[in-house]
């Protein structure tokens, strides 16, 4: 059930493209809001607003704001242009968008007929948290190659959430945001994953692809409920388009659940039973008993995959000179260590298959 606050904002705390942070008075003191203005309005210092306190109520981590459901007083302007697409369809905050894909895109001409990414690369991974460390490998091994971030649904829809990628973009360290599904607000739109490839191929002339969900993901601690299954349809949606699938293993030493230390199950899961399309595996070259776990671990992928072992000399160094800052599950570069190399390792193979 959702849960409604109405607030008065107090301040605006930062904005970055398609987003704005908030402090909002409410009954219970101060509470932390973020507003997606095309869709709500832009709130000013004053204006009432209505909130979405779900995800502060639940502790979330990741989605600790509330949501700015709408601000009254300073609605957005009636959209312009083309655009067909209806995307977070039949909820009350359902935007219609238009699609790389659709009849009225320029670049319908492009894609009506386009059948394959020609080769691209095309890097899975199963958290939105590893395409920073993923650009990291990938850069510190071939600067200036181009990259498209193609967004699945099974995290935010709002690809405006992501500071993290908007601070990518504008560095040039993407081409370009795809949001696909019932994903939104990246430079292109697309209907499905495959469309989205296509589109980061043929449109964003991409040389590489990273595929995840946008940030926060799903799991109920079962085998199969977990939104990361994702990842295993994506390979498939890569090799179907006659791409090269390299699947990023999601690792961890400072997960203590069993179900997550060293190769996180979600790896296992997608890649070994939903995954049909073989890929390229990077297993980091890790120290140590917990280094012979992994690799251990990642043997269970080899009925199908490429396994590929990947040294990670270098790669420390690569991510502390990232440019945004590295967080999963909330722990940080130093406190989960192995996570962030196994995301470089990925970018680091995706380097030399480009070589």
């Known amino acids: 059930m959702i849960r409604w606050r109405k607030g008065e904002v107090v301040r605006i705390r930062r904005e970055w493209p398609g ?67 209806v995307k977070a369809r039949y909820t009350p905050l359902q935007a219609t968008v238009q699609g790389a894909d659709e009849q009225d895109s320029p670049y319908h ?20 948290s590893a395409l ?34 908007a601070r990518l973009r504008e560095i040039g360290w993407l081409a370009g945001v795809v949001t696909v599904g019932q994903s939104f607000g990246g430079d292109l739109e697309a209907v499905t994953t495959h469309t989205g490839l296509l589109a980061a191929r043929h449109v964003l002339e991409a040389d590489v692809a990273i595929v995840t969900q946008g940030p926060g993901n799903l799991g109920t601690g079962t085998k199969w409920g977990f939104s990361g299954v994702s990842a295993g349809e994506a390979v498939n949606a890569a090799g ?25 199950h979600h790896s296992l899961t997608a890649y070994g ?14 120290p140590g008993e917990f280094g012979e776990r992994v690799r251990d671990q990642a043997e269970l992928l080899a009925v199908r995959h490429r396994l590929v072992p990947v040294p990670v000399d270098g790669l420390h160094e690569a991510l502390r000179e990232s440019p945004v800052r590295l967080s999963t599950m909330g ?25």
Do not use: K
């Open 19 to 85: 987003a704005v942070e908030l402090d909002v008075a409410v009954p219970e003191g101060e509470c932390r809001a973020l507003a997606y203005p095309s869709l709500v309005g832009h709130p000013e210092p004053g204006d009432e607003v209505l909130l979405n306190t779900t995800a502060l109520a639940m502790g979330l981590g990741t989605g600790g704001y509330a949501m700015v459901v709408a601000v009254p007083n300073r609605l957005p302007q009636d959209p312009r242009g083309p655009g067909h697409l």
């Open 132 to 165: 920073p460390p993923i650009l990291c490998g990938l850069y510190a091994d071939r600067p200036g190659v181009r990259v498209a971030y193609v967004m699945l649904d099974g995290g935010a829809l709002p690809a405006w959430f992501s500071m993290a990628a």
């Open 273 to 286: 039973r939903v995954a049909l399309t073989p890929a390229d595996v990077p297993v980091p070259e890790l």
């Open 240 to 264: 179907v388009l006659l791409g090269r699938p390299v699947a990023a293993l999601r690792v961890s030493e400072g997960d203590l659940r069993e179900r997550h230390y060293g190769v996180s």
């Open 331 to 355: 722990r940080g570069l130093e406190e989960d260590l192995s996570y962030f190399l196994a995301s470089a390792a990925a970018g680091r193979l995706t380097a030399s298959l480009l070589a």
């Open 109 to 128: 001409d492009r894609l009506r007929e386009a059948d394959s990414v020609d080769g691209m690369p095309v890097i899975v991974a199963d958290l939105h």
